[in-house]
């Protein structure tokens, strides 16, 4: 693993970033139903956080020498709250998996640079499964 090469899958990584903070804003205004109110309010909380988590990797990118993507990933349109959540549990399962093996990638990278990518997407990995287990608990009940 060199540092291009994951600065490459980093930018991959904050293409889904940028897809979900877009998938989460557009749900919130086409939801529909009895309780899509409270899905709003969900779904916009969950926009600000991918905001959040779209600036970490663009600032982390451009901290290791590269050029982060402004590009995002396509995703489905739905206005049934259990397809969205559905939908989003998905997603965030995706960078899950994505992130366990970034971690594994970033130990091979090895020295500062590694150990410090290691803990990044440590914490990437920690909101996304919180996040995901979220999901879940509302897919359930829908």
């Not at 709003?40 to 990118?61: G, P, Q, R, W, Y």
């Not at 969205?84 to 998905?90: D, L």
């Not at 914490?123 to 287990?133: A, G, K, T």
Request: net charge negative.
């Amino acid at each position: 693993m060199t540092l291009d090469e994951m600065i490459g899958l980093m930018n991959q990584d904050l293409m889904n970033e940028w897809m979900h903070m877009k998938f989460y804003l557009y749900h919130a205004s086409a939801v529909v139903g009895l309780h899509c109110h409270e899905y709003k309010e969900i779904l916009i909380n969950e926009a600000k956080s991918e905001m959040n988590h779209v600036t970490e990797f663009s600032d982390a990118i451009v901290g290791l020498g590269g050029v982060a993507t402004s590009q995002s990933n396509e995703f489905p349109k739905f206005i049934q709250p259990q397809d969205i959540m559905k939908h989003a549990v998905h997603i965030e399962n995706e960078v899950v998996e994505n992130y366990a093996n970034r971690i594994e990638q970033a130990k091979e990278l090895g020295g500062s640079t590694g150990a410090w990518l290691e803990i990044f997407y440590e914490n990437q990995l920690e909101h996304s499964r919180i996040d995901l287990d979220h999901f879940k608990q509302i897919v359930k009940g829908t």
